[in-house]
């Protein structure tokens, strides 16, 4: 198990409970937040400054954070930073692969990945993350793992850019070529 960046505290008990908090309800993992309010920067118009609709959450037990300022409500912004917060858990803290996670069981169906909807994909992707860590970034290895085919796992990494990032940035590391979207140069 490891943990990127600089929260010991992840490293120490973290990366054992990342499903558990992936699962959670916004009520739950909001629980387990510091909720910080500012002002947005940059462009949008002559409301973008009048607020403190920016919300940053961070997360006590492992110091990492999601942040939005998309929206001028900070409700909206709330449940942003919170799924913002979900893709950084899922990206940042590796467990070795559990093919017997039931996020995985119940979203694969034969050699692909189903029913995959907004709220879980931070889910499917930290197990993805996982296979992809244990091989090496290459996508066929871990398609092997996960049981599921090499196109419907490449899908999968190319449809979530957070996943997309994460997974490039791995595959830099061990000197493979990036990922890209279908229509875009490259390997998939």
Known sequence: MSVKGNHPQAA?????NRDLWLALDEAALTALCIRQTFRGSG?????RNTTSSGVRMVHQPT???GQATQGRSQVDNIRAALMSLRWTIAIEIRLPLNLDSPILLQHRTGDRLTHITRPIAPQLAAIV???LADTGFVVKDAAANLGVSS???????TDHPP???AANRGRE?????PLTAPGRNGSR
């Open 12 to 16: 120490n008990d973290g990366a054992l």
């Open 43 to 47: 462009p949008g118009g002559q409301h």
């Open 63 to 65: 110091g990492l954070c």
């Open 129 to 131: 993350l996982d296979a």
């Open 151 to 157: 196109s419907q796992l490449a899908g999968f990494i």
């Open 163 to 165: 996943l997309l990032t």
């Open 173 to 177: 590391s061990h000197q493979l070529r």
